[in-house]
Structure formats: structure tokens, C-alpha cells
């Protein structure tokens, strides 16, 4: 049967199947995500915790070589101890880190049954166009999950449970907060690097065009700061440029995928 023949409810059974393989996917990762979560958990998952993760200790030889310490990463002991404050935390940890990490790892896949589901009614032009915008959007998004992991989630971590109000206060950091504060992080860098993408999309369909980027540019920059700021919550202007540069990066990535519009002369618009 053609594509052009087929029902309404023809095409809500192919996405009913496209969704049931997308499923099916995830759960088979989630399920060895399960397996090798303690060994996961240990090494990926907690090595923010620990001096020893690779960011903290380029950040201390990069501020040594400098002449200084920054603020929180001078060369020394950190090693923070989680506790659990409820029986069954461990084990809805272990279930849920497993489902977060089996749908990271199912991403593509699940990109891939999305495509096959719209790609037979697109046409020639319209399927090379969704293609690349597919394969771009899995890139970015894992590239999003691997700049929270490294950068902003250790930055943002370690700032937090160093910071002293009083010297009669002990952080005890709990299971539940630093998993919270994980996951949310990283998924969310992973959205945020899927803007270019949906700036693409809406200058694909006329939404968006080039002359908006130039007119909102120092609007972009002030809004882009606060957020970075929101993200990392410390004075240090280090810490707060290696948030803000891949979200301003980010941006100017976007510039140059949205199409000029008809009447774009390339100019600086007037105020």
C-alpha cells in the first residue's frame, strides 16, 4: 500500500510500532544498565565526588600555572561521603540511575524509529534535510549529556558542597539530593544543546531569521550571563565563563544554521 493511501489509523499503528520498538530498546539498556550499575555508580556516576576526577585537577595545574588557586579547587583533599536517610533509597536509586543512563544510551535508537515513522512522507529534498537534522540532534544532545557530565555538573557540585555559611554547619549531602541534582543537570544541558536545532527548525518553517539574532545579540549575551550564573552559583568569573562560553557558542551556532530571511539585506538593523 502507498503511503498516500494509508488512513489516519494506518499511520497511528506505524507510530504505535515506532514507539513500541523505541520502548523496547530502552528497556533491554535499562536492563544492563541495571546489571553494571554498582561498577557504573562507583566509577561514572560518584567520580565527581572524589579529587581524582579529571576536571578538578586540570582546573588546580591551569590556576597553579597562573600564579594563584581559584576559589574551591586549590590542591588538597576532597573526598565527600554520601548518606542515605531511607530504607529502600539504595535500591529506587539503583532502578532509577539505570532507567536515566539505559534512555542515554537508547537515544539514538530512538531517533532512529521516530525517522522511520515521518520519513515515508517526506519528500526527496525534505528527507536529506530530516536526516541531517536527526543525526544533528543525537550529536548535540549527547554532546549536551558529556558537557554537563564533565564540566558543568563538577563546577556546579563542587561549589555547592564547599560553600561555608557558618563553620558550625557540616554538609551531609543525602542520596536522594545529589542524584536529583545529577540527573536534572545533565538531561537539561542535553536540551539546551538541542537549540541550534530547534532554531534550524523554526527558520526552516519561517519563524525564525537571521536579522533576529543580530537585533536581540546583546539582549542574548545579558540573558545567556544570568543563566550561566543560575547554573553556577559562584563569584569566580572562571567558573562563570565555562558555563557561559558553550551557551553563548551555542547562539552563535544557531546564527548561522537559521536562514536569512527574504528581506535580510546582511545589514545591522537600526535602532
Same mark, same amino acid.
Given at each position: 500500500m502507498k503511503d498516500g493511501e494509508m488512513t489516519f489509523w494506518d499511520h497511528l499503528g506505524e507510530l504505535r510500532k515506532a514507539l513500541l520498538k523505541a520502548a523496547a530498546v530502552t528497556a533491554v539498556?535499562?536492563?544492563? +544498565? *541495571?546489571? %553494571?550499575?554498582?561498577?557504573? =555508580?562507583?566509577?561514572?556516576?560518584? !567520580?565527581?565526588?572524589?579529587?581524582? /576526577? &579529571?576536571?578538578?585537577?586540570?582546573?588546580?595545574?591551569?590556576?597553579?600555572?597562573?600564579?594563584?588557586?581559584?576559589?574551591g579547587f586549590s590542591s588538597g583533599s576532597f573526598d565527600i561521603d554520601l548518606i542515605n536517610t531511607e530504607v529502600s533509597q539504595q535500591f529506587m536509586t539503583h532502578m532509577s540511575t539505570s532507567f536515566w543512563?539505559?534512555?542515554?544510551?537508547?537515544?539514538?535508537?530512538?531517533?532512529?524509529?521516530?525517522?522511520?515513522?515521518?520519513?515515508?512522507?517526506?519528500?526527496?529534498?525534505?528527507?536529506?534535510?530530516?536526516?541531517? +537534522? *536527526?543525526? %544533528?540532534?543525537?550529536?548535540? =544532545?549527547?554532546?549536551?549529556?558529556? !558537557?554537563?557530565?564533565?564540566?558543568? /555538573? &563538577?563546577?556546579?557540585?563542587?561549589?555547592?558542597?564547599?560553600?561555608?555559611?557558618?563553620?558550625?554547619?557540616?554538609?551531609?549531602?543525602?542520596?536522594?539530593?545529589?542524584?536529583?541534582?545529577?540527573?536534572?543537570?545533565?538531561?537539561?544541558?542535553?536540551?539546551?544543546?538541542?537549540?541550534?536545532?530547534?532554531?534550524?527548525?523554526?527558520?526552516?518553517?519561517?519563524?525564525?531569521?537571521?536579522s533576529f539574532f543580530r537585533r536581540y545579540h546583546r539582549h542574548a549575551i545579558m540573558v545567556l550571563l544570568i543563566l550561566a550564573a543560575l547554573i553556577t552559583p559562584t563569584g569566580d568569573p572562571f567558573t562563570l565563563m565555562v558555563v557561559f562560553l558553550p551557551l553563548i557558542a551555542l547562539w552563535e551556532f544557531s546564527t548561522i544554521l537559521v536562514p536569512k530571511a527574504e528581506d535580510d539585506t546582511g545589514r545591522n538593523d537600526e535602532k
Open positions: 539498556t535499562t536492563v544492563v +544498565a *541495571f546489571c %553494571f550499575m554498582p561498577s557504573i =555508580f562507583d566509577k561514572v556516576i560518584l !567520580a565527581p565526588c572524589h579529587a581524582t /576526577f &579529571p576536571l578538578y585537577g586540570w582546573i588546580d595545574s591551569l590556576s597553579k600555572s597562573w600564579g594563584g588557586d581559584l576559589p543512563v539505559g534512555l542515554i544510551a537508547a537515544f539514538p535508537m530512538v531517533i532512529f524509529f521516530l525517522w522511520r515513522f515521518v520519513a515515508p512522507g517526506l519528500y526527496e529534498k525534505e528527507k536529506r534535510g530530516a536526516k541531517r +537534522a *536527526f543525526f %544533528f540532534g543525537n550529536l548535540m =544532545f549527547l554532546a549536551g549529556v558529556a !558537557a554537563g557530565y564533565f564540566v558543568i /555538573f &563538577p563546577i556546579t557540585f563542587r561549589f555547592l558542597v564547599t560553600y561555608e555559611l557558618s563553620a558550625s554547619v557540616n554538609n551531609m549531602i543525602s542520596l536522594e539530593s545529589y542524584i536529583d541534582l545529577f540527573v536534572t543537570m545533565i538531561l537539561v544541558m542535553g536540551v539546551v544543546f538541542e537549540l541550534p536545532l530547534l532554531a534550524w527548525l523554526l527558520g526552516r518553517i519561517g519563524i525564525l531569521s537571521r
